[in-house]
């Protein structure tokens, strides 16, 4: 079945580090591909998304890449600020799948950036 | 434009006592609805989704249940709260059909005591 393996937390980084958190998937066909992101007490937000292979989503300065070849969708930043403090979830989309909708998040990756 | 609302933000229980949260979404027509369970520091679990009113499909056996009263309206419900309840809730909508993005309520933050 379709599945999200995303990379193990917390992260912690100096502002201004460059951040990359991995992201792999198993699907069948090539889904639309989301990085969503939770600020602390909040609900999730949408990061970005990628909808085809080799698309770039793009939002906040943060980007991934939808890699078919290496089924992944790295999220990355170049310069973190303290204000990208969040957990950030990586996920494909509600599909039919047998008739159930399956929607499948990877397990959350804390980001934490000290000044 | 499209917004969702949960209440309540917050809410402290006794075990064994009913729960009630509601979710409502404004500016979109029938929406794919989806109730999910964050418990501390782990992943989103979906709970229930649904597609239209009154059509709610489980994703996981347990002493919650769900309703759509209206097309806009999802309630999530217990007769009998458990400790094992307590977490963060959060309801979404995505557009019907294939759902693409999701978007997500605020959330309520639920203390089983």
């Known amino acids: 079945g379709d599945s999200v393996t995303q990379m193990e937390g917390p992260v912690t980084l100096s502002e201004e580090a460059c951040l990359t958190i991995n992201c792999t998937y198993t699907a069948t066909g090539y889904p639309s591909l989301f990085w969503y992101v939770q600020y602390p007490g909040e609900g999730l937000q949408l990061l970005l998304k990628?909808?085809?292979?080799?698309d770039k989503g793009s939002n906040k300065g943060f980007e991934a890449t939808y890699r078919k070849e290496t089924t992944s969708f790295h999220l990355e930043k170049g310069s973190v600020q303290v204000s990208d403090s969040a957990v950030y979830f990586c996920?494909?989309?509600?599909?039919?799948?047998?008739?159930?909708?399956?929607?499948?998040f990877g397990t959350g990756t804390k980001l934490q950036v000290i000044p | 434009s499209q917004t969702i609302h949960q209440w309540p933000a917050t809410l402290v229980q006794p075990v064994g006592s009913p729960l009630s949260l509601e979710c409502t979404v404004e500016g979109t027509s029938n929406p794919n609805l989806y109730w999910y369970r964050q418990a501390a520091g782990r992943g989103l679990q979906l709970l229930f989704y649904s597609v239209g009113i009154g059509q709610i499909s489980s994703e996981v056996p347990q002493n919650l249940s769900a309703s759509r009263p209206q097309d806009r309206q999802f309630i999530l419900s217990s007769k009998k709260l458990l400790l094992s309840d307590s977490g963060f809730y959060l309801c979404?909508?995505?557009?019907?059909?294939?759902?693409?993005?999701?978007?997500f309520g605020p959330g309520t933050r639920l203390l089983v005591l």
């Open positions: 996920a494909l989309p509600p599909t039919l799948s047998g008739g159930y909708q399956k929607v499948t």
């Open positions: 990628a909808t085809k292979a080799d």
């Open positions: 979404a909508w995505s557009a019907s059909g294939q759902g693409e993005t999701q978007y």
